[in-house]
DNA sequence: CCGCTAATGTACGAACCAGTACGTTAGTTA
DNA sequence: TAACTAACGTACTGGTTCGTACATTAGCGG
């Protein structure tokens, strides 16, 4: 090994720097020098391999969704009834959001540039991303079981979701200092993880608001 | 009427149009420039008056938070059921928030910068927000009458609706172009409402997963 | 082992932008 | 009404930062 020059290697230290940089300072808060003396290559390389800074936040941002879809097709939960598999999957996305910080402020980033970046991604646009189908499934699965209401769908109950989940880290700080308790808290975790998946389910399951 | 000169005026304008400066494009991509273009003075008034750009941000975030309290001090529910008056905060919450999309805005601005200066105004720091103390009687109440789990508390509710309202705003373009859903079509503003209330109350009264 | 191109490095330019030095006017008060 | 100060305006500066022109080297194909 040892090569000098490896133009793949060069790229992916590029990205990995980027995504580290973005994500700590946002879009304009980053500084393209700063990326460049973070990796052992120079700004030349970044302008050589990605364009400019724009093109470069657009590959941060594609390569951070496609980590998470790839993560979020790993989920198994064929085995579970309808209840403890929702449970599960709200667990599961629970771990992911605390486990990916820097994807949840990429999020953050992006939405307050209005997603106009995101928009440009056209094959991330799949409306059947692995964590909304598997739900679908589970929600019918429950549905006929006649457990379920019936008045949501799979990307409503991921939205349901990915709200808990999404807040609890992206609103660490204003929450924390706001109302003295830390959404992070490695004490609470557990407890916060449960109320999320009770809060779903029993939303689910409560047929007297809405069935009928 | 028509003064020339008015500081308090001058003050409050440039505020107003430092707000939506700020709330548009994120700390880093606000200009001062933008900002002093936008008001019927100078940018020499913002630094007379505020001192820097970074101390007129401070006080956007001051004044955005204190409507914000001040606006959830109007809240009555005292003549409701316990479940039903939790419903109506968990309305209020969101319609607060679809109202508000640049107090938002601004949340999601101060904690990419984590909190460093929410954290730097002692005032706010007011862990009986009205929001908070509201919850936290409603809880008591519907505790004593043997309706509600007993391992919350009024902040962690509070966490679970602000996150739900919260996300729907701040995250609208990402998830609306990721799922093909607006978040926030008004067409189905309403059953996100009744679904946020469904899940709190649902919750709340679910007994079999936490008491005893 | 020669030459060609992909990959890399250096140094610089030009625009942008926060902040300020300096000057002026309105309104108040003695 | 004189003088004083709060309020306001203009023009500039110094540093920062994205981007690029130009030079160079590594490694591969012939």
Redesign the pocket.
Known sequence: ME?????E???AEILAVATAEFSDRGYNG?????IAART??????????F????QLYVAVLEDAYRRIRDAEQQVKVDHLEPAEAIRRIAEVTFDHHEANPDFIRLVSIENIQRGEHVATLPHLVDLNTPAVSLLDELLSRGRSAGLFRSDVDAVDVHLMISAFCFFRVANQYTFGTLFGRDPLDPARRSFYRTMLADMVVAYLLDRGSAAV
Chains 1, 2 share one sequence.
């Open positions: 090569r000098r020059r490896d133009a290697r060069t790229r980053a500084r393209v020098d700063e052992s290559t120079t700004k030349r390389m970044i302008y050589y391999y364009g400019g800074k724009r």
